[in-house]
């Protein structure tokens, strides 16, 4: 009897089985690791810890101590029995050869084999269970009575001497047994919720393990597209290079010639002057008046308009044309463009309508990608975000950096804006319309009442510029330079047209903006954004 007493203060409370890797609570009890941890993860939403045996309570989760010297007392205990079965625990009443119990009688307080258990008594008070249950753990503590009942108020395991006479008279009680199936229910909910966001974390971990296997291969996409990039650069400015040198020197090899040309002239009519010049010496030093009066008239020997062509041949023998070698130049303003459009990697992404944003006349479709007028009032929830004037909505996502494009269907509505916005536009009044303020800016169909026909016209902060000519704008597109401060227009015709550009300093996110007078407007596929490389 003493080995299997010895034997009962070796087991878990929890577990019912004896210690594995034992640690003690601040109270002094001892479970296994692992049944402790799970039940403070269990206790970890309440708000409050208890031990699971006398249900002391604490408001943090308790630190765990290792017991080392129990862990010792289990592990000498386990090798001195060397030959046991699985449960380590045998038949009181087989003494002449070991013979494992099958169960334990809470009343008799004996281990019975399978032989003993057919002879046992089966009158209610005695209690079977399996042999592993510690005989201290079904047992009352202060009556030394087997534990019948459990006291919802207190959360404890009592005897029939507890609920008559003891400390939890009076409490609401239940059987063991309809406790235990409401624990397991409850268990049974928290098994269910942590398998699914166990389910969950798997699934984050497989993207997150799919995400890594797919960025090498992005690294080497984008690695792939730098290198050519900045080869075709090389190779563009070596071929501007040669241009440029090769244009220089055939200009200097001209230059030259026309130079050598100009000075061989040039000796030739400095040899006629001197010539000249002597005959007129010759004639201003004659003594005879009718000789000298005989003589043809000089005035044509110092011909202006021949003297000023020659210096303008001169001068312009020796420049270069720079103009032509700036026009080459100006390539590097193309191949700067070609650097720019190539470190930006396009991608698409989606855009979409903010119903809380939209009129009570507007109606936005499940996709919320488009906007229909509607004569029914939708009632929308008032909240500050809504415009409460006109028929228009912005969209959910904002733009604050970077460059980027996006389409409007508008061929189902005769008056419409189309534009983009900042988040702090009003919601009320005037100066919530679209383009009517210094926070917006749009494109317009409208109809003009002088000419009965419908203009399209840019708007900001009431300032209306009507475009020149009808422009069929059945698709719109809205184009986006954060950085470069720019705004433009297109109607996507064929061959398409620019329309108009805004420049601005943007001090606040950009969203894209609706007004539906009639009809309705659709956003087309995706925004295409262009991030740079980092």
């Known amino acids: 009897m003493a080995s299997a007493d010895l034997r009962q203060e070796l087991d878990c409370f929890i577990c019912l089985s004896i210690y594995t890797d034992p640690v003690t609570l601040r109270c002094g009890h001892n479970f296994c690791q692992v049944c402790i941890d799970r039940v403070l993860d269990t206790q970890e939403g309440c708000g409050v810890y208890t031990c699971p045996e006398c249900r002391a309570e604490c408001q943090e989760r308790p630190a765990l101590q290792r017991n080392i010297t129990l862990c010792n007392i289990v592990g000498s205990f386990l090798s001195t029995r060397p030959d046991q079965e699985e449960t ?76 008559l006479i003891g400390e939890h008279r009076g409490h609401q009680m239940e059987s063991l047994d309809e406790a235990s199936e409401e624990k397991k229910k409850k268990l049974r909910n ?29 690294s080497a996409d984008l690695t792939k597209t730098v290198t050519a990039l900045f080869r075709d650069i090389r190779r563009q400015l070596e071929d501007l290079e040669k241009k440029v040198l090769s244009e220089i020197s055939r200009q200097e090899q001209r230059v030259s ?34 000789t000298v009066l005989q003589e ?27 103009g032509l070698i700036s026009g080459k130049l100006h390539i590097l303003s193309d191949i700067i463009t070609g650097i720019n459009r190539g470190i930006y990697v396009q991608q698409p992404t989606d855009i979409l309508l903010d119903v809380a944003t939209a009129g009570d006349t507007i109606q936005i479709s499940g996709d919320r990608k488009t906007a229909s007028r509607s004569d029914i009032n939708q009632n929308h929830p008032v909240t500050p975000e809504r415009f409460q004037s006109y028929p228009q909505v912005i969209s959910s996502r904002g733009f604050s950096s970077g460059r980027h494009y996006w389409e409007v269907d508008v061929s189902k509505s005769v008056r419409w804006r189309v534009g983009m916005c900042y988040p702090s536009i009003g919601r009320r009044g005037d100066q919530s319309y679209i383009g009517g303020n210094k926070k917006s800016w749009c494109l317009c169909k409208k109809l003009n009442p002088w000419t009965i026909r419908y203009d399209n016209t840019v708007i900001h902060d009431r300032k209306e510029i009507r475009l020149p000519d009808y ?13 470069a401060g720019q705004l433009s227009f297109y109607s996507l015709c064929d061959p398409i047209i620019h329309l108009h550009t805004y ?32």
């Open 503 to 534: 420049t601005a300093a943007f001090t606040e996110p950009l969203h894209a903006a609706l007004l539906v007078w009639d009809g309705c407007v659709t956003i087309c596929g995706r925004v295409r954004s262009w991030e740079k490389l980092p």
């Open 88 to 163: 380590g625990i045998f038949c009181t009443y087989c003494v002449d050869s070991p013979v494992p119990a099958a169960k334990f009688c809470l009343h008799c307080e004996d281990h019975l084999c399978d032989n003993h258990l057919r002879v046992h008594s089966k009158s209610p008070e005695h209690i079977l269970c399996d042999p592993t249950t510690a005989l201290g753990n079904r047992k009352c503590s202060v009556h030394k009575k087997i534990l019948e009942y459990y006291c919802t108020e207190d959360s404890a395991c009592i005897c029939v001497s507890c609920c």
């Open 257 to 290: 010639l026309s130079v050598s040309a100009l000075i061989q002239q040039l000796e030739i009519k400095k040899d006629e002057l001197s010539g000249k010049m002597r005959h007129i010496e010759e004639l201003c030093n004659m003594t005879d008046p009718v």
């Open 471 to 483: 422009i069929p704008c059945d698709r719109v597109r809205v184009y986006l330079d954060y950085e």
């Open 296 to 322: 043809p008239d000089t005035g044509d020997l110092c011909d202006t308009e021949d003297t000023e062509r020659r210096d303008t041949q001169v001068r312009g023998a020796g420049d270069l044309d720079v």
């Open 190 to 218: 928290v098994l269910q919720k942590l398998t699914t966001k166990r389910a969950e974390t798997e699934k984050r971990v497989q993207s997150l393990q799919e995400r890594r296997r797919e960025d090498p291969g992005k």
